[in-house]
Structures are given as structure tokens and as C-alpha cells.
């Protein structure tokens, strides 16, 4: 299987009753934010750009606001490709799975330190993410169940460093037990103890952010 295939939301298996409201999914983003990721590598700040993609946009500001994505692993660390993460409630991600994000056209492709929602097929996107590695373009144009392309819809705009250092030396295999993640976390784990993890994720307060810069050009 290739690698474009994995990037997908996979199935779930509940474990505990979540926190979470079915209305937290209808408020909208404004058309342009910050978020930090504080991470077990460092911390390393995003800016979202609604018009690249509106209901992606809408769906990261619904998971921030609500930490869905604290304490998430970067499960998937594919370097010279992608880091790709996804919260560590099994049950909170079945309830947000109930409530998909409809598919978008490419308006920004794919490039080194943009953010895409992962998909297995037509209105897929949910709650699991990936940050390009490098340039992806060929994401931009692939089609996949019956959908074409993955939308970008924010970028690293500081931190890349961190991003590069995540730990990739388990690349594809933590695919083959990405099951046991939602299963047992614990020994997921144990099995991989050397994944990085989001400790927090939060929206930045305007006074709080730098200028958001430009997207980190690629090498």
C-alpha cells in the first residue's frame, strides 16, 4: 500500500464516555487565526486561513477551543513526507466523526509546513491531521474514493524546526498496530515509547502572536 492511501481516519473502538456537544461543531472560525502547539519536542505556533478552505478552518478552531488535540500523538512520522497526529480520546473521536467535514477543492496545495485534514473517502475530513514534511504537491491532485485532493488550510508559521525533529524512526510500522492506539494506549506506547506527543494545543490571543509570517519555504 502507498503512502498517500494511509492517510485516513481510521476505525475506533470506544473505551470512555466523552465530553462533548454536538453544537460545538456549528461555530464558525474567523477568517484568520493563530494556535500553539506546545509538544514533547518543543513548541511550534500555526496560522489557519479560512478562505483556503472554510470548513477545515471551522473544524481546527472547534478542536482547539475544546482540547480535543491535547495530549494527541504524532502516531505517524514519515520523514521527508508527513507528521500526522489525531486526539487520544477514542470516544471523543467517534463523537466528532459523527459530525464530517464536507469536501473542498485545493485552493492551497500541499507545500512543506502546511496543514491538511487526513480523509479516507468523500466527506471524510474529521479530527485527524498531518503537517507536510515537504512538498506534497502530488496530494494536491490525487484522487482517492471518489475525491480529489487534499486542501491545505494553514501553515507552521514558526517552530519548523521542532516539527522536523519529531521522531520518525517507526515511519509506516506504527500503522500496523494503529488499532492498539485506540484500543490501549498504554501499550501503544510501550510499543512505541519514543512518539512525541502535543502536551497542549490553544488558539493564540491577538496581542499574543507575532506577525504570522509567510509559509516556510521549502529545502
Not at 464558525?28 to 500553539?36: I, K, N, T
Not at 475544546?66 to 521527508?80: E, I, Q, S, T, W
Not at 492551497?108 to 485527524?128: E, H, I
Not at 471518489?146 to 519529531?166: E, H, I, N, R
Request: positive net charge; hydrophobic residues 35%.
Amino acid at each position: 500500500m502507498t503512502r498517500w492511501l494511509i492517510l485516513c481516519v481510521p476505525v475506533l473502538v470506544c473505551c470512555r464516555q466523552p465530553v462533548f456537544r454536538s453544537r460545538w461543531t456549528q461555530r464558525r472560525a474567523p477568517e484568520s487565526y493563530g494556535a500553539r502547539f506546545e509538544t514533547t519536542r518543543g513548541n511550534f505556533d500555526i496560522q489557519v486561513q479560512r478562505k483556503w478552505s472554510p470548513a477545515a478552518a471551522d473544524r481546527m478552531y472547534q478542536l482547539l477551543r475544546h482540547h480535543y488535540l491535547d495530549k494527541a500523538l504524532f502516531y505517524r512520522v514519515v520523514p521527508g513526507f508527513v507528521a500526522q497526529f489525531g486526539g487520544a480520546d477514542t470516544v471523543a473521536n467517534q463523537a466528532w466523526q459523527k459530525h464530517v467535514v464536507g469536501d473542498e477543492p485545493v485552493r492551497k496545495g500541499n507545500t512543506r509546513g502546511t496543514l491538511s485534514f487526513a480523509r479516507s473517502g468523500k466527506d471524510s475530513r474529521s479530527n485527524d491531521l498531518y503537517i507536510n514534511l515537504a512538498d506534497n504537491q502530488r496530494l494536491d491532485t490525487l484522487a482517492y474514493s471518489g475525491v480529489q485532493g487534499f486542501p491545505a488550510f494553514g501553515w507552521v508559521t514558526s517552530g519548523m524546526p521542532v516539527v522536523d525533529s519529531l521522531y520518525g524512526g517507526y515511519s509506516e510500522r506504527t500503522l500496523e498496530q494503529l488499532d492498539m492506539m485506540y484500543r490501549d494506549r498504554r501499550q501503544f506506547i510501550r510499543m512505541f515509547p519514543r512518539l512525541d506527543q502535543i502536551r497542549k494545543a490553544y488558539i493564540l490571543r491577538r496581542r499574543d502572536r507575532n506577525d504570522p509570517g509567510k509559509p516556510v519555504a521549502a529545502h
